[in-house]
């Protein structure tokens, strides 16, 4: 393009061809324009991938002093410390197979304005290197380091090794000082969580039964059965680094170590026993069923769902067994985001 034809066709040129000003004019004014238009780029380049501009919805972060040469000696409380906003850092565990469930979540979370606070518990080196290399920083491995083709099989001896180390995990961040939010990738985001953990308490839950609650249920910790079972779930948990809540990830780790047939395949029984155990001892508040609904709820009763539409929060794909399974439901109902929305993801497309 000769500097003729980009003069003429230009906008500045344009406009000064129906003016009156004088033609000499022209190279002043477009040279102020370009001079303009120069500094507007480098003031768009330098300021908004830190405001969190949707131009730059995930800046790179790898050239970071802060992160390490070798991921294999990248420490949880690094970790923790590079991902943490406003005291506060959302985890997760997982193992290689369930990478697409972990960017079909990170997609929901990312939509909520939330994931530069994940911290992706890798329960193996490939999907510590994998995740790092999308998404600098944002994965951490604690040894030692799974089978990762075991422990996605649910109720398998390494399905549990791998869920109960989940309480150590949130043991470690509150004694670090943050607060932190525990989610099973296998759930969808549908709105913001955190503006419903309303108070201070200790630590949040949700109930893991069926049975419709009331729209202003209670927020106690439900009575337990005649066997004297309560059924919380264990995949969305949120805790504040207070007392209470470590001595509630204590107790649970105690009970998972106490050797109970009852837990094998399963860590979800033994949270149930350290609720009820430290309930006198520990705040604790139950999320509302309406925003935080059970797989078996909001899957199975379209009558429910209908009557509280606009209320769901967090949809957790449970009471379903098979990783197959789990996606098609996801696809069914029209969650399952990764096919046509991967670039809303910080992993983006995964190969």
Not at 128 to 155: C, R
Not at 174 to 198: A, I, K, R, S
Not at 280 to 293: G, K, M, N, R, T
């Amino acid at each position: 393009i000769t500097k003729e034809t980009f003069l003429s066709s230009s906008p500045m040129a344009q406009h000064k061809s129906f003016s009156s000003s004088s033609v000499s004019n022209r190279p002043i004014s477009l040279l102020n324009g370009l001079l303009l238009l120069v500094s507007l780029l480098l003031l768009l380049g330098v300021f908004l991938p830190w405001a969190g501009s949707p131009l730059f919805p995930f800046p790179n972060v790898s050239s970071s002093s802060s992160l390490p040469s070798n991921w294999r000696d990248y420490s949880l409380s690094q970790a923790a410390e590079f991902v943490a906003k406003d005291g506060t850092v959302i985890i997760c565990a997982v193992s290689y197979p369930f990478l697409p469930f972990l960017n079909n979540w990170l997609i929901s979370v990312s939509r909520q304005k939330h994931q530069h606070k994940v911290l992706v518990i890798a329960e193996d080196y490939a999907t510590l290197y994998k995740v790092n290399k999308k998404w600098p920083g944002h994965a951490v491995l604690i040894p030692p380091a799974l089978d990762s083709q075991t422990a996605h099989k649910f109720g398998s001896p390494g399905f549990f090794n791998f869920t109960s180390r989940r309480p150590q995990h949130l043991l470690q961040l509150l004694e670090l000082g943050y607060n932190v939010m525990y989610n099973d990738v296998d759930m969808v985001w549908l709105q913001d969580p955190f503006q419903y953990l309303e108070g201070s308490h200790d630590a949040y839950f949700t109930d893991d039964r069926t049975t419709i609650k009331p729209l202003n249920h209670s927020h106690a910790l439900p009575t337990p059965d005649r066997n004297g079972v309560t059924y919380i779930c264990s995949c969305m948990i949120f805790l504040r680094p207070t007392n209470g809540a470590k001595l509630l990830m204590k107790q649970w780790i105690k009970e998972l170590q106490s050797g109970s047939k009852a837990y094998e395949g399963n860590d979800q029984p033994a949270f149930n026993w350290a609720l009820n155990k430290t309930a006198h001892q520990v705040d604790l508040y139950l999320l509302s069923q309406a925003a935080f609904p059970t797989g078996g709820l909001y899957f199975k009763n379209e009558t429910w769902v209908e009557e509280t539409k606009g209320k769901h929060v967090i949809v957790h794909n449970n009471y379903i067994i098979g990783y197959d399974n789990k996606m098609k439901r996801f696809q069914d109902f029209g969650l399952w985001l990764v096919d046509d929305h991967a670039f809303e993801s910080p992993l983006g497309k995964l190969d």
